[in-house]
């Protein structure tokens, strides 16, 4: 009772932090309730916590005591398993050394501990009170779709890609994919790739084509109260149709240059392979897969899209979200506001 008279005295200030690949991003709302007072954001040219960041969030936080800092987790070895029974998790990964946690009683989502106690140590001036899965963002933000429709969904983050298939809520594979496991010698393989795609449409010369005769068929990890023990780390509008493109016209439709080509191109082989692991491990239930639901956080160009729809023969929906903005909505239904 007396907790809830001090906090009603208090705005509540939550901290939103997401680490890119060279930068990081903070969001922070200041909150009355469910109101939200006013919002700031700030990147800086670091993916350490520094000097200038600490002072940032504690412009903010000095005011309250009712204050709550949150990450999205940015850990190399994560991912998401289609069970939440202990004795079959390690049927599909091996969880001796992660953390994980239960989605929903459908589906688990587990991360390195050691990755976990790299960002307690990191963040440990201003400390950290939800660590939350990229996985949970992506179920969250597509959770009118992922309850109905047969589908891979796939989070786009600067440096990270995270896929997973849900057939009506069910969790059938999911894979976080690392931009920055392509080492150079990938890179110029790619690029070589690229030029010899461009070099062959520009030699076709579509009058000599008669016609085609054949084709072949191609949560969070929850309130981290105490990190040293780690014994718990604890929307789509409905008038979407799912044959709707996501790219509509009010919406800036990004140009590709060399750089996001390249990039794009890169995205578009992680999915590849991605689903190749779904469709040929026999651990996973691998249901046929039509349409793609692609949450966009950092403005991928219409090259992605078109490499899915006409390599893969899928039919692709892009959203774009903002995801320090999304780290602050994980947080308000943490705290029920």
């Known amino acids: 009772m007396l907790d809830n008279f001090f906090e009603s005295l208090y705005s509540k200030v939550l901290v939103n932090i997401v680490v890119k690949r060279a930068s990081t991003t903070i969001y922070i709302e200041t909150c009355s309730k469910s109101t939200v007072l006013n919002s700031a954001e700030e990147s800086f040219d670091s993916i350490l916590l520094n000097e200038e960041m ?7 936080t000095k005011e309250t005591p009712f204050f709550y800092i949150s990450i999205l987790d940015m850990s190399d070895d994560q991912g998401a398993i289609p069970t939440c ?16 946690k239960c989605y929903d009683k459908k589906w688990t989502y587990h991360t390195s501990k050691t990755d976990l106690y790299a960002i307690e140590k990191v963040y440990k001036k201003i400390g950290v009170d939800y660590i939350f899965s990229p996985f949970s963002m992506l179920a969250n933000f597509f959770k009118d779709k992922i309850e109905t429709t047969m589908a891979m969904y796939i989070l786009i983050q600067d440096s990270f890609i995270s896929l997973s298939v849900f057939d009506e809520g069910r969790l059938l594979y999911g894979e976080h994919l690392d931009m920055q496991t392509t080492g150079e010698s990938d890179d110029e393989m790619l690029s070589q790739d690229i030029s010899d795609d461009l070099d062959i449409q520009s030699s076709i010369n579509l009058e000599d084509i008669d016609v085609i005769d054949d084709m072949e068929a191609l949560d969070d990890f929850g309130d981290i109260e105490d990190l040293d023990s780690l014994e718990e780390i604890d929307e789509f509008s409905e008038n979407k149709d799912i044959e709707e493109e996501f790219y509509e016209a009010e919406e800036p439709v990004i140009e590709s240059n060399e750089n996001s080509f390249n990039e794009d191109y890169q995205r578009y082989s992680l999915i590849h392979t991605a689903l190749g692991h779904y469709y040929d491990d026999e651990k996973y239930e691998s249901q046929f897969i039509e349409s793609v639901y692609i949450a966009d956080g950092v403005g991928v160009s219409t090259d992605l899209k078109r490499y899915l729809e006409e390599e893969m023969f899928l039919s692709v929906y892009v959203r774009q979200l903002n995801i320090p903005m999304e780290v602050a909505q994980l947080t308000k239904m943490e705290l029920g506001l």
């Open 85 to 100: 029974d202990k004795n079959r998790l390690e049927h599909y990964y091996d969880i001796h050394s992660s953390e994980y």
């Open 54 to 60: 600490v002072s940032f969030v504690k412009s903010f």
